[in-house]
């Protein structure tokens, strides 16, 4: 074998008996630099975990083998051939697990010797020959105590990755321990799968809007380099040092509130303090820097170990004067255009740009920044039983970039740091910079404008205290949509219904449902023109929808509805509340599909399944705008190239179709509901033993791809009868007229009377009215 990747061989003479792949972009660049540096260890990624529990070194070394088998990418190397670079995947590689045992050190001692074995193992290269591109090393410093190093090459590992590894190595330790089959869960991707996909995708017109975008963003494109203190050496030689600071906690606060304030994520607060930070130092206007981001948009790619991972560039603007807030709302923009054009690989931005190969410099972006809340999850640790892993530093495996910042989230708080070249900056100058950076960071404030909720403490009669600041939107957005709430039967007795809705949706409901029962609708769609939001987690989402939620209605019980991707807002807010101690009596989800159904489904189904629908809808709109029943406007708003162009609303105001305000107004919010089902799409959620409600469309499509229950069945746990779905005639954007309406009330007081009036062991029992247990029928 040895040999076989430095040389180009025929695609024909490649042994059969082995699978290949082709490499991804980013590999191809992996390789080429390795081969152009091969004494050079800067692509190397050094972990170390800290485990704990009844250790052995032959069950560490067991689970290790075990995951190589499990994950193709732990037993691939790397092949030259005549139709190009492939990823060469063995039926089994060998692994050793090395022990070095320092349970005869003392504590310091100890320590110094695995700095010295990890600092060894982060810089010694992978030769390009090798059948796999992983090492790990176990220093046990006791018998339940020890360090874990583990070596990979960029070829094939990512901090995502890294992750899923974690927790299969814990629970395979847990399992052996035990005597006990490990609860792996099925591998249904490998990233030689990926690659293929990834090879086809980009030969498809998939990203000509990405690259078209990319095209303007890296028009005119100039290097950002940091002044240095020596000139760049002819090679390099990826000598690099980190240094870091520990941020005190009211600053790392005070970063939190501010991007909440301004509706940005925390990576653009402090990626533009180090734009200015450094824009200062080198004296230029315009700013450059990498950063990576997850490729990982869709669910099935979640499991899958390996490089999933892409570099795009962020340029910004800081003319002289220029304020922090300003700064980071146009990183916020611009990184929010990186995420809808991530998939064009940074190999090709390098073309756009007209980068040269240059092996003497860092590719395309001398400065890089990343922000990393954690590897493994909250709080860096992952436990089964008595075994638990936690991360800790990793070695400096070299300098791939003149300056590395990044930003991580540890046990002890936020650290900023930097990777520095030493053959380009001295230690001085490194702690400089990031001392400019923390200067720049302890200026940033809350936009007066916008600001936080006050502490519980100190709420105000309108904020109630315990609100909770998990969510992004601010005090001034809570306060301007908690004008616009609008409250029915607002004197009735009975537990309001809390609907996550437009207004007029829910007016001939709330006639139906009776004056017994109030119905407070809050309405989650911003007002004014569309606009461009970042990508946030749907539970943030939701978080926001909670304090709104508490505004209307300070404590429980709580009864909560949505249509939509709205129910399923609703549902993960029910979730929330009950965490914090409230009842929820019950969640109506009206013609909510639940998130992960359809994107669960194989490949082949989802497409049979979106051909069913369109099939189905495409006649049925366009009859129903025929017959009057809804506007041409909204019939044509349905595609997204239409909508995109504009079409409808200029045929609108030429007069050449009619259409009304109510589905004009409709028209309009679909931005945001677009926007709420792509955070919905990464979502899934929690198991919930409450009662749900279901009200299903009477037009939905049955059969194997339409589940009855909308997919909730596999979410709603707990006592029979919890669960209960109830036909209602109309469309999906119909259900709440009259006839629909007329169903959903009886269906709620006859539902609401039982669980109300009954104990929770006896509601929606055997014995309750048939009414409630069966698909009502219009």
């Avoid at 050496?233 to 600071?245: D, E, N, T, Y």
């Avoid at 616009?484 to 007029?504: D, H, M, Y």
């Avoid at 009596?585 to 009206?590: D, F, G, K, Q, R």
Wanted: glycine content about 8%; aromatic content about 8%.
């Amino acid at each position: 074998m040895n040999g076989l990747a430095l040389k180009i061989a025929p695609a024909h003479e490649v042994e059969a008996s082995y699978a290949l792949f082709p490499a991804t972009a980013c590999q191809v660049r992996f390789w080429h630099e390795q081969k152009a540096s091969p004494k050079a260890s800067a692509l190397n990624i050094a972990f170390r975990l800290q485990l704990s529990g009844p250790l052995k070194a032959a069950s560490i070394e067991q689970v290790l083998r075990e995951l190589v088998a499990r994950h193709e990418v732990l037993r691939t190397g790397f092949l030259m051939t005549g139709a190009g670079l492939r990823q060469q995947v063995w039926s089994h590689a060998p692994f050793q697990l090395e022990v070095v045992d320092l349970t005869g050190f003392e504590e310091k001692d100890g320590l110094t010797e695995a700095e010295r074995v990890g600092g060894q193992q982060a810089r010694t290269p992978f030769a390009l020959s090798s059948p796999s591109f992983f090492r790990a090393v176990w220093l046990p410093r006791s018998i339940t105590q020890g360090e874990l190093q583990l070596t990979f090459h960029s070829l094939v590992m990512d901090g995502w990755s890294f992750a899923i590894l974690v927790r299969e190595l814990v629970e395979g330790l847990a399992a052996v321990h035990a005597g006990l089959e490990p609860a792996y869960p099925d591998v249904d991707l490998h990233h030689g799968d990926y690659a293929l996909w990834k090879e086809e995708f980009l030969a498809s017109g998939a990203l000509d809007l990405a690259r078209t975008h990319w095209h303007q963003e890296l028009r005119d494109f100039s290097r950002f380099d940091v002044p240095g203190d020596r000139p760049r050496p002819q090679a390099r030689r990826f000598q690099g040092i980190i240094r870091s600071i520990l941020l005190p906690g009211a600053l790392s606060d005070r970063l939190i509130a501010a991007a909440k304030a301004q509706g940005v994520t925390l990576f653009s607060v402090a990626a533009a303090g180090l734009a200015m930070a450094l824009q200062k130092a080198a004296g230029q206007t315009k700013v450059a820097m990498g950063t990576q981001m997850s490729v990982r948009d869709q669910q099935e790619l979640e499991g899958v170990v390996g490089p999933l991972i892409n570099t795009v560039i962020l340029r910004l603007d800081i003319p002289q004067g220029s304020t922090v807030a300003a700064v980071t709302a146009q990183c916020g923009a611009k990184l929010s255009d990186a995420i809808e054009h991530l998939h064009l690989p940074f190999e090709e931005m390098m073309e756009m740009a007209g980068e040269v190969s240059d092996a003497e410099r860092p590719p395309l972006c001398s400065v890089n920044f990343a922000l990393q809340q954690s590897f493994v999850g909250v709080g860096d640790e992952v436990r089964r039983g008595e075994f638990a892993a936690t991360t800790s530093p990793s070695f400096n495996a070299g300098a791939l970039y003149d300056l590395n910042f990044f930003m991580v989230r540890r046990p002890d708080g936020w650290r900023i740091s930097c990777e520095g070249d030493t053959d380009l900056y001295d230690i001085e100058t490194i702690d400089g910079y990031l001392a400019k950076w923390r200067a720049m960071l302890e200026t940033v404030e809350i936009d007066a404008k916008l600001p936080v909720a006050p502490p519980a403490a100190k709420a105000t009669a309108t904020f109630v205290a315990g609100v909770g600041n998990s969510g992004f939107m601010s005090q001034a957005e809570l306060e301007a949509k908690a004008r616009n709430i609008v409250r029915f039967n607002e004197n009735a007795p009975g537990t309001p219904i809390i609907a996550l809705n437009n207004t007029a949706v829910f007016y001939e409901l709330a006639r139906q449902i009776g004056t017994e029962r109030p119905i407070i609708d809050i309405p989650m769609i911003p007002e004014g023109a569309p606009r461009e939001f970042p990508q946030r987690a749907f539970q943030d989402v939701a978080a926001d929808a909670v304090r709104l939620i508490r505004l209307a209605r300070p404590t429980g019980p709580y009864i909560l509805m949505g249509h939509c991707v709205l129910g399923a807002l609703s549902l993960e807010a029910a979730h929330q509340l009950r965490r914090e101690g409230e009842t929820v009596e019950l969640v109506i989800l009206n013609d909510s599909w639940c998130p992960g159904y359809r994107e669960s489904m194989p490949w082949y189904d989802r497409q049979l399944r979106k051909m069913q629908v369109r099939a189905d809808n495409i006649p049925r709109d366009f009859r129903k705008a025929l017959r009057g029943e809804t506007s041409m406007v909204s019939f044509l708003n349905q595609y997204r190239i239409v909508r995109w162009l504009g079409i409808a609303n200029l045929a609108l105001k030429l007069g050449l179709i009619q259409g009304n305000a109510s589905e004009h107004m409709v028209s309009e919010n679909r931005w945001y509901i677009e926007y709420l089902l792509a955070q919905q799409a990464r979502y899934r959620p929690a198991p919930y033993d409450g009662d749900v409600q279901i009200f299903r469309s009477g037009q939905v499509l049955n059969g194997r791809l339409f589940a009855h229950d909308l997919g909730w069945q596999s979410v709603v746990t707990g006592k029979p009868g919890n669960l209960v779905v109830t036909e209602v005639p109309g469309m999906h954007d119909q259900i709440f007229r009259s006839a629909g309406a007329a169903v959903i009330g009886k269906q709620l007081r006859e539902r609401l009377a039982g669980i109300e009036g009954s104990t929770a062991e006896t509601a929606g029992g055997p014995d309750a009215p048939a009414a409630v247990l069966s698909r009502a029928k219009a």
